[in-house]
């Protein structure tokens, strides 16, 4: 039986007992009590176990893809060293949700083993907790195990998760594999190789606390992990399972990649195997979506690349090797996880990209680490282990490995100090940042990874990727949603546009199983890497998530228009104006068009007119619109115009738009100048010298704006009582009658002042010649005209007026006759800043303004007991 008919042969087997067939989870757990990586069948199954959600099914059975590198559970020193233990392995399993319980397992695993499987019942032993008496009669008086064939164990009897979360005695299924393989004794005395435990009867009935404690779960549950490549060895008859159909066919790319035969050296065996066994698990970790990274399980993952590449380079290979085990575990692979096919090459990059990053300080590493061996100080200093790891790129643990089999162990005290001393300088150098310079090391960390983003958006508009890296951002401060988390989302390909060019970013939707967000812009992070700054709508987008990225399709439509438009517009200026006319900017969006150009003075009506029609004629031409790319030199033969200032590379995209306009372009445009739609100049200007900006519309935007403008004015015809076309004879009529009016208005009130002049110059002869007056509602301009015409009443020598001209606004004016030795500036001077302001120092007419009108009589008052009129 090989593996596909045994995955078939036991979820069949349990699926005609009433269990629910159970596709396997992934690699990445989601309950808050997992461990780092799915390591047994049960984890997906937590909630229901803990009685924390009530199940679907109170049976079920699964085949589980699991790793274990990390914890209690941690096999990774014993790859390839053993013959039945993996990073990476798939658990057969059933469970039960508090139907059956102890009796019901054992029936169950004895059936199967025995009559499907068809395994020799009398080579089989079994093992129970030392405390578990009922596992241990059923054994005997139901299935009929003889009493010496089983054994009681202590605490390797007691299945635990990890330090918290389900557990319980267990109940262990043994094959003995012969006396070629060890000596006899049972699994608790006998060789570990000759009895081969292959199935785990868990019993779990407890929660382990954090205190250690052990909490009764709500009902008695089952939960059995029977390892697949384990059973296999049996099945086939192998002596390990490395020979199984599993494992063999990588071992056997591993021979291809290192020219090594396994089976002639013992050692090169151990690394032979150790690189099938890692690229098991790295071409499932990656798939599942975690990525090479210093933190969690992307340093995992970084480990076991690293940690199998260096058994490569022992094995004398200078080539990339990892990519060509991840092809052969994918072939093995593909019938039961068919999307491992699918996402194969991106694995294969991910982690070649990976290899290749490690072995450029591969080879100097060692020698430094070899250095520090040779001291014969039977210590590797911590300052050496934290260069390995900083500079080399050595995890500690594989600096530790290569150590221990020299007999030196790492100072591992040194070692954390360093490490702590770079946290904390990591820790303050990020508080000087901000914003997206934050993020800096993590885009580096992508595009080493995974290179530069895979642009599709020339032909595509939506596309399905997987995305690489979701980052935290802050709402900027005119934020529409500012309670909801901003992000950045890199994905491995995408067609949204990034802001270049003069052309604005893309707009759109990513969506994910889980989760939804908003686009609001597309940036470059760093050259070649596409940012989506977006806002999540709900849920969550995580790494290694399969996305479906859309554009705003509407949007970019305006925003191809406008661009084309705007290479249009160029050709039909340098046509117009000469071919002086050079680019100095643009800015493409989806509204509009601005379009900066050279030109030494302002364009007429007639040259604008000119311009309008060429590009419209061309859009009516309807010629075809060509991007292709070509080597530079072969686009300056035919003319294309190039940006100013930007650079190119020895390949550039050329986009004949018509045939009158060529330039070097990486821009979004229209398949056919007709799409164009109308192009209206809207604006002409300067914006420096010798340089000109030219704004415009297309499209839909050209006929909208049409419309608002027809709007407009038949709606200042009806108001003026005038069709639109004798609009402006209309409006010069009423701009006569305005400017009568003005001029009537203009008269009453100079006669008004004159009047108030006469009065006010009438009521200084009280007052030794001197006027202090309020009169609001004149501005300071007015204001001045009454001071000026009541001093030149017969008799006054001083006149000073405030007024309030407008809410929150204070005018102050002062006047005085030359002979009148007084100063008009002195005058207001202590005035105008109890009004909070200030004013001018003209001797003869000063004025002042201020800020607090609520103040003006005091201040006025004020004035007044300068001149001596309170006494």
Known sequence: MDANGLRRAFTTFFAERGHAVTPSSGLIPHHPRAPLFTNAGMNQFLPYLLGEEIPPHTRATSVQKCVRVKGKHDDIELIGRTTRHFTFFEMLGNFSFGDYFKEGAIEFAWEFVTQTLGLDGDRMWVTVHESDDDAAAIWHDKIGI????????????????????????????????????GPEGGPAHGGDERYLEFWNLVFTQYDRQPDRSLKPLPRGNIDTGAGLERILSILQGVGSAWDTDAIRPVIAAAEVATKREYGSDPEADIALRILADHARSVTFLVNDGVFPSNEDRGYVLRRLIRRAVRH???????????????????????????????????????VAREEQRFRATLRAGLAMLEEALATGTGQIPGEVAFRLHDTHGFPIELTREIAAEKGVVVDEAGFAEAMAHQRQQSKEGGKKGAGAAAHIGAYRE?????????????????????????????????????????IEIFVDRTPFYAEGGGQVGDTGLVKTASG?????????????????????????????QEAEVLVDADRRAAIRRNHTGTHLLHAALREVLGNHVKQAGSLVASDRL??????????????????????????????????????????????????????????????????????????????????????????????????????????????????????????????????????????????????ATQDELKSVRQAGLRDLARALGESATDDGGAVVARRDGLDQRQLQELALSVRSQPGVRAVVLGGSPDVGKVALVAAVAKDSGLLASDLIAEAAKIVGGGGGKNPEVAMAGGRDPSRLDEALRLVRQTLGLDR
């Open 446 to 486: 992508l595009v080493e990874q995974f290179g530069p983003t895979e642009f599709l958006g020339y032909g595509q508009e939506q596309a399905n990727a997987r995305v690489l890296a979701v980052l935290p951002i802050d709402p900027p401060e005119a934020a529409t949603h500012p309670h909801l988390p901003h």
């Open 594 to 739: 601005r379009f900066d150009f050279s030109h030494y003075g302002p364009m007429t009506a007639e040259e604008i007119a000119r311009v309008e029609d060429l590009v419209n004629d061309r859009i009516l031409a309807d010629e075809a619109v060509e991007a292709t790319e070509m080597p530079k030199a072969e686009a300056d033969r035919l003319g294309a115009i190039a940006f100013f200032g930007d650079k190119y590379g020895e390949v550039v995209r050329v986009v004949r738009a018509g045939s009158r306009s060529t330039e070097l372009c990486g821009g979004t445009h229209v398949a056919a100048l007709g799409q164009i739609g109308p192009v209206r100049i809207v604006s002409e200007g300067s914006i420096g010298s010798n340089l000109r900006r030219l704004e415009a519309t297309t499209g839909t935007a050209t006929l909208a704006r049409l419309r608002h403008d027809e709007t407009v004015i038949g709606q200042a015809a009806q108001l003026l009582k005038a069709s639109p076309d004798e609009l402006l004879p209309a409006i010069e009529r009423r701009l006569g009658e305005l400017r």
């Open 146 to 181: 003889p009493a010496e064939r089983i054994q009681r164990m202590g605490e390797d009897n007691f299945w635990e998760m990890g330090d918290t979360g389900p557990c319980g005695p267990c109940s262990e299924i043994y094959y003995d594999r012969g006396p070629e393989f």
């Open 312 to 350: 490569a380079f022992q094995l004398g290979v200078e080539e990339i090797v990892m990519a060509d085990l991840v092809h052969a575990v994918v072939d093995v692979m593909r019938e039961p996880y068919p999307e491992l096919h699918k996402n194969e090459e991106f694995i294969a990059g991910v």
């Open 516 to 544: 939804a967000a908003n686009v609001l812009d597309t940036t470059y992070a760093l050259p070649g890497l596409n940012r989506h700054t977006a806002v999540l709508l709900r849920g969550a987008i995580t790494p290694g």
